[in-house]
């Protein structure tokens, strides 16, 4: 897929070495190739050590020598998926700046996270759509979560009862239905990209937070 922008898209720190980055990899290829029709479960179907070293065209001791087994090079690969998304979204904690909205509020993009899914795009499909991962999916949306909550609370613990923000009933909910729509339009959008017009989502975000800063608001 094309990017319209300058800057090159950013890529995914690369794991310790040039052997882990072979057997994540290898892992990612096979998710994609046992691609699974029947939708998410709560436990992703693994390759074998044997059959993950076959791919990664490495030897069963050198895996034992960076790994304990398949499942913590998928959890490796989850949190180092979720933690780069979290850093890219670090401006959707903050609402309040200068030459924002009618609520001070700032605009807010996602051609960043667009970008760094479009170049890591084989692991977001094994993810999501060939191998849906409960556990990776929840990871996400709980760091989807937190930084909505910031926002939703100007940094603190709690809402502010005073100035321009106001404790929200079904905080909580509101907070599920952000996060579960952004996990869920990012699947769509690996599903079949030619229905989403990605100039367009910014718009599309921002119009979803402006309706999250109107509950806050007075």
């Not at 979204?89 to 509020?105: K, Q």
Request: glycine share 6%; proline share 7%.
């Amino acid at each position: 897929m094309e990017t319209s922008h300058a800057d090159p898209p950013p890529v995914a720190p690369k794991p310790r070495d040039d052997v882990e980055s072979a057997i994540e990899r290898a892992l990612i290829v096979l998710l994609n190739e046992g691609a699974d029709p029947s939708g998410p479960t709560e436990r992703v179907e693994l390759p074998s050590v044997k059959t993950l070293c076959a791919k990664a065209f490495v030897a069963r001791s050198t895996f034992y020598a960076h790994y304990h087994h398949v499942g913590e090079v998928l959890e490796t690969l989850e949190r180092r998926l979720v933690r780069d998304l979290e850093e890219l979204n670090e401006p959707l904690t903050v609402r309040d700046a200068d030459g924002g909205d009618a609520h001070g509020a700032a605009r807010v993009t996602l051609m960043p996270t667009l970008d760094y899914i479009r170049a890591n795009e084989d692991a977001f499909r094994a993810l999501l759509v060939s191998a849906p991962d409960v556990r990776f999916i929840e990871r996400w949306k709980d760091a989807i979560k937190r930084q909505c909550r910031l926002r939703m609370t100007d940094g603190g613990g709690e809402p502010r009862t005073e100035g321009p923000r106001r404790p929200t009933v079904n905080r909580e909910l509101i907070l599920e239905i952000v996060a579960s729509s952004m996990v869920s339009a990012t699947t769509f959008w690996l599903h079949d990209p030619s229905k989403v017009h990605e100039q367009g989502v910014d718009g599309i975000v921002n119009t979803v937070f402006a309706a999250l800063d109107a509950l806050i608001v007075p």
